[in-house]
């Protein structure tokens, strides 16, 4: 069972990655749609959704082998089963995918002098998002490289996997 787990190890960590650059696209679409939104069930102006993600360190343990006597050792992280006798072994909880979280942006809107708006104020200002569109292709293809990149992981994994079963 651990040795099937860690064979797909890599598969689930490109997977988190996936899922979360999707959000993130999904996010990014959103705001591009409501640039000109100024009216929000919580009232005001749309306010942009800013993605940002965090280390998932959850379940992976990660063996580092300590130098034996002044022996060096060239894998510095390794599987536990790879260790066996001497040395010190110390459990490292490191990286096993993403996690993705959402905010929104609080800054003040933008004011717009358009008195003809139907949301302008007394002096003829209007309140609106505080998106900057190219700003947003740009996330936007950068979150589309990194899902590729997440999607071309996964199948080197899988490639190896089935590469792996023929020995």
Same mark, same amino acid.
């Given at each position: 069972?651990?040795?099937?787990?860690?064979?797909?190890?890599?598969?689930?960590?490109?997977?988190?990655?996936?899922?979360?650059?999707?959000?993130?696209?999904?996010?990014?679409? /959103?705001?591009?749609?409501?640039?000109?939104?100024?009216?929000?069930?919580?009232?005001?102006?749309?306010?942009?959704?800013?993605?940002?993600?965090?280390?998932?360190? #959850?379940? =992976?343990?990660?063996?580092?082998?300590?130098?034996?006597?002044?022996?060096?050792?060239?894998?510095?992280?390794? +599987?536990?089963?790879?260790? $066996?006798?001497?040395? #010190?072994?110390?459990?490292?909880?490191?990286? $096993?995918? =993403?996690? %993705?979280?959402?905010?929104?942006?609080?800054?003040?809107?933008?004011? =717009?002098? +358009?008195?003809?708006?139907? +949301?302008?104020?007394?002096?003829? %200002?209007?309140?609106?998002?505080?998106?900057?569109?190219?700003?947003?292709? =740009?996330?936007?293809?950068?979150?589309?490289?990194? %899902?590729?990149?997440?999607?071309? @992981?996964? /199948?080197?994994?899988?490639?190896? @996997?089935?590469?792996?079963?023929?020995?």
């Amino acid at each position: 069972m651990n040795t099937i787990r860690g064979l797909f190890t890599s598969m689930d960590i490109s997977a988190s990655g996936l899922s979360a650059q999707r959000r993130r696209m999904n996010a990014i679409a /959103e705001n591009i749609a409501n640039v000109n939104t100024t009216r929000t069930e919580e009232g005001g102006p749309y306010r942009r959704k800013i993605s940002f993600f965090s280390e998932d360190r #959850q379940g =992976v343990e990660i063996y580092r082998a300590e130098p034996i006597q002044g022996n060096e050792l060239d894998v510095q992280f390794t +599987d536990g089963k790879h260790l $066996s006798g001497g040395g #010190q072994q110390t459990v490292d909880q490191r990286f $096993s995918g =993403v996690n %993705y979280h959402q905010t929104r942006d609080n800054t003040e809107p933008e004011l =717009v002098y +358009d008195p003809q708006h139907p +949301d302008a104020d007394d002096e003829g %200002y209007v309140a609106m998002p505080k998106i900057d569109v190219v700003q947003e292709m =740009v996330d936007m293809i950068a979150a589309s490289r990194a %899902y590729e990149a997440n999607a071309t @992981a996964i /199948e080197s994994a899988k490639s190896m @996997a089935k590469k792996a079963m023929t020995i």
